[in-house]
């Protein structure tokens, strides 16, 4: 059992607050990614998490056990880092024999615990080798499985696969979520890429200036944002919003158009994702200014009362900029966010 | 790139060529024919070095050298500078390099303060703080010792161990540190099974420049030491009676280390440098 | 151990050793310079400055300065850009050409004391040519020019390896994009020399020219080995007061009046060269 919580954790440097007042409960086993743009603040709570920074006030809980005072080889966790961090004077068997050795393990139960997590990772013909003979993505390798062969409670990934080109990116990714799968410990990944949040994480606790703004699945956060930033977020391209006056009975007016909205409420944001939306008889009247194929669709970006909006149209259809196209919301995706306090309102 | 205009270009760039490369030829030999001429008279017998005209060619006869090995007290001389620069050695590294560290990976308050104490010691002629320093070891036993001597040498020697270590700390990432801390190790045991294996060589190259630093001070070594001259405070002190085949087999023990050394760390002189500059 | 106190303990044997062995006896020198036993005073100055022998070390001293650090710059800055393009046999090339760098100064002045006494090689060479019939004493007090030439030419040929060292350590710092950006907009060799390479080693460029000032006015082997007491400078002095006059107080105060022109070039160079925030590398 190794679920994580963290409670009340905050962490200042100087008269910078890094962040506030964070409460998380990550379940055993479960695969939870940090999301959030540069500066969010979302390394610094894994590496509070792992011990390699203090935090300034609350408590971090592994299995039932306060560990935050402990230094981070007490901890339970094993990390992978952003640069790999291998070290270059050991052999890619002594690397990922590293953690052991430190254990004091045997020779031949370093020895199998090592060839064991090489072959998952496929480098057992590496084990010989020094980091600088190493590409980048075998570097990679090594550094997932230097902490896999801890065993450990949790693995903690600090943007593992930022330096990786893209096609190599896309592989680790698959093969990094299978191999997690399989081992049974709880996971926390750091990353500023939706994508890969999207199809990793069981999870995803998207953080925006030191606060975690929504965590749920990956569905949820997507159809459901909890916040305005989070639904300007997530998505590429990411929601439009457009100003909405009251019309009474929770009914708003949206560029002309009239919608079932909220009931209460003092000032809403009218949202809508670009894929849903498809042009109609009537709708939201939009004059296109680009049209972006993309293969399987087109990328529209119009103007509707003033605003920039992006539709995602089917790629048979024929629009070029200057012509103007009524563009009709799916009705049960339409989401509002209260312009005061930024929260999704239903 | 073009084909068309080779013909006037070859031969201004074959000029080119020729000057840079005579530059190149003659600012070695700038370097190197005076070091052999004192080779010539250092592997040449005393009668030849005092006699005129000079051959251009050594006559290897160790006579100079054997007369050089027999001077009164010039042997314990050579084994005292040895001794200086080996203490110096050591000490500037063992006090030099944690300091080094602490500014390569800690914020803290002072550390401005602190470097600026380094870099002032470099501003400063130091040798010139030997003369009140005399004073102070009469007082506290320490005048005419080898230890004494080492100590101040060490003082010129620190600000380059400091600065060059620091320089050395910074090109280790501190990913490293905390890969290792997250497998298990403490801070000692982090720092001695991944900085120290990865730091060792240039930590060497730093001593060795430490080594020479305290082999070279002539300054301090003559002030400070009085029975128990270095080789350089003895040449010195030495220079207006000592006949000219000593100079020159004086000059030339003091050399060959120097040579030596430089060859040891001439990879490491230049990245040491590169950073130490801020 | 607790990680605030970590890095103090760290920095304690340097700062405790430096306090030991630079800022005390550099307060003993100042009270020993301005102190004559029974109070504050200024004796020890107007004695070293008023003795015959001070003019002359003084001006001796900036005169070699003054032809010995320009001379030097320029031939660093030569090598440094010939190293720099240079793709063979750069790293033999640039050993041999930092070789003096792990020389002293008392060596130095014997290698060249090798060359320009009596019967040394460049009366050799000379003889050989026909050109003098008898060996010359280049170095004594009928010959001036020369004995400052030996000396110069020694302190070039021993000391402009370092700023060799921390030129080629700065160029090589300057990304290489900044010199194609330069050539495609048009910039000769000569033209990217002066207005990329120069101005961004300006730190390199300070650094050298401290280090090489402080040291020139420090300069006392090369001098004592080739000059002797024909060409009297300040360190000499100094040394001379401590031991042949057994005087002090004067030697102290010598000591801070080159401190204060070492400091004051410091001043002047790092002023010189500033490099404005935000315009480094």
């Not at chain 1, 009251?246 to 158009?257: F, H, L, N, R, T």
């Amino acid at each position: 059992m190794a679920e994580i919580q963290i409670k009340n954790v905050a962490k200042r440097f100087g008269s910078y607050q890094a962040l506030h007042d964070i409460n998380l409960t990550i379940a055993d086993q479960e695969f939870m990614v940090l999301l959030g743009a540069s500066g969010c603040g979302k390394s610094t709570l894994l590496r509070i998490i792992a011990g390699l920074e203090t935090q300034t006030e609350g408590e971090v809980w592994i299995g039932g056990r306060r560990i935050d005072h402990l230094p981070p080889r007490e901890r339970g966790i094993a990390m992978v880092f952003q640069n790999y961090a291998v070290f270059p004077h050991l052999t890619v068997f002594e690397n990922i024999g590293f953690g052991l050795r430190m254990q004091k393990l045997p020779n031949d139960e370093v020895k199998r615990r090592v060839e064991r997590t090489a072959e998952l990772m496929h480098i057992e013909q590496l084990l010989g080798r020094y980091s600088g003979e190493l590409s980048g993505g075998q570097r990679q390798r090594v550094a997932v499985a230097r902490a896999l062969a801890m065993e450990p409670d949790v693995i903690l990934m600090d943007e593992p696969l930022s330096n990786l080109d893209a096609l190599l990116r896309l592989e680790m990714r698959a093969e990094l979520k299978g191999v997690l799968a399989e081992s049974n410990t709880t996971a926390i990944y750091v990353t500023h890429d939706q994508v890969e949040a999207m199809s990793l994480a069981d999870r995803i606790s998207v953080m925006h200036e030191g606060r975690i703004v929504q965590a749920a699945t990956p569905v949820e956060v997507y159809r459901n944002p909890a916040e305005r930033f989070v639904a300007g977020f997530i998505g590429n391209p990411p929601m439009n919003f457009l100003p909405a006056a009251s019309a009474d009975g929770g009914k708003w007016q949206v560029a002309g158009e009239i919608y079932d909205g909220p009931a209460a409420a003092n000032g809403v944001e009218f949202a809508i994702r670009p894929e849903d939306i498809a042009p109609a008889d009537t709708g939201l009247p939009a004059k296109v200014r680009l049209v972006e194929p993309l293969g399987a669709h087109l990328l529209v970006t119009c103007d509707v009362d003033g605003t920039m909006f992006r539709a995602i149209l089917e790629s048979d259809l024929q629009v070029k900029p200057g012509d103007m196209l009524k563009l009709a919301p799916q009705t049960d995706r339409i989401r509002w966010f209260d312009s005061s306090t930024s929260l999704a309102v239903a | 790139m073009t084909t068309v205009d080779t013909n006037p270009g070859t031969d201004t760039r074959k000029a080119g060529r020729f000057v840079y490369i005579s530059a190149v030829v003659l600012l070695c030999a700038w370097v190197i024919v005076p070091l052999y001429f004192l080779l010539i008279n250092t592997l040449s017998s005393p009668d030849t070095v005092n006699s005129f005209p000079k051959a251009f060619v050594p006559e290897f006869d160790l006579g100079s050298l054997s007369f050089f090995a027999s001077f009164a007290g010039m042997l314990t001389a050579l084994k005292n500078s040895v001794l200086v620069a080996g203490m110096t050695m050591i000490m500037s590294i063992v006090v030099g390099a944690p300091a080094g560290y602490a500014l390569s990976r800690f914020d803290f308050r002072g550390k401005e303060l602190f470097r600026l104490l380094i870099l002032l010691t470099r501003a400063f002629p130091l040798p010139l703080l030997a003369l009140p320093l005399a004073v102070m070891f009469i007082r506290t036993g320490l005048d005419d010792t080898v230890f004494g001597l080492a100590l101040v040498h060490t003082t010129l020697a620190i600000p380059f161990a400091v600065l060059i270590t620091f320089s050395l700390f910074s090109g280790i990432p501190l990913e490293l540190e905390e890969a290792a801390w997250t497998l298990g190790c403490t801070r000692l045991t982090a720092f001695t099974k991944v900085v120290l294996p990865l730091i060792l060589p240039g930590i060497t190259a730093s001593a060795i420049f430490a080594f020479v630093i305290s082999w070279n001070e002539v300054f301090a070594a003559a002030v400070l030491t009085i029975e128990n001259r270095t080789l350089t405070a003895f040449l010195l002190q030495n220079l207006d009676t000592s006949p000219l085949h000593l100079k020159f087999a004086g000059g030339f023990i003091l050399v060959v280390p120097a040579l030596i050394f430089i060859f040891a760390v001439r990879k490491y002189l230049f990245a040491m440098w590169g950073i130490a500059n801020r | 151990m607790n990680a605030r106190l970590l890095p103090y303990i760290l920095i304690l044997p340097v700062t405790l050793f430096l306090c030991l062995f630079f800022l005390y006896p550099f307060l003993l020198v100042a009270k020993q310079a301005f102190n004559n036993g029974s109070g504050f005073t200024l004796e020890n100055f107007q004695e070293v400055v008023g003795y015959w022998k001070f003019p002359i070390s003084l001006k001796n001293t900036l005169l070699l300065a003054a032809a010995v650090v320009p001379v030097q710059l320029a031939l660093a800055l030569l090598m440094a850009t010939m190293v720099n393009k240079m793709q063979k046999g750069r790293d033999l090339i640039l050993y041999v050409w930092t070789i003096p760098l792990g020389i002293s100064d008392l060596a130095a002045g014997i290698i060249w004391l090798a060359i320009f006494e009596q019967s040394g090689f460049l009366n050799s060479m000379m003889s050989g040519l026909g050109m003098i019939d008898r060996p010359m004493n280049f170095l004594s007090y009928q010959h001036p020019g020369i004995v400052f030439l030996a000396i110069a030419l020694a302190e070039i040929w021993r000391a402009t390896a370092i700023m060799l060292v921390i030129l080629v350590a700065g160029i090589g710092l300057i990304p290489k994009e900044y010199y194609e950006a330069a050539e495609v907009f048009g910039a000769s060799p000569w033209k990217r020399f002066w207005r990329i390479t120069l101005p961004l080693l300006r730190p390199s460029l300070q650094t050298a020219l401290v280090l090489r000032v402080i040291l020139a006015f420090e300069i006392f082997a090369v001098v004592a080995a080739l000059g002797g007491t024909l060409f009297p400078v300040l360190m000499g002095e100094t040394y001379a007061y401590q031991f042949d006059l057994l005087n002090s107080g004067a030697a102290a105060a010598m000591a801070l009046i080159i401190l204060a022109i070492s400091i004051g070039f410091t001043l002047i160079i790092l002023r010189a060269l500033r490099v404005p925030k935000g315009a480094q590398i």
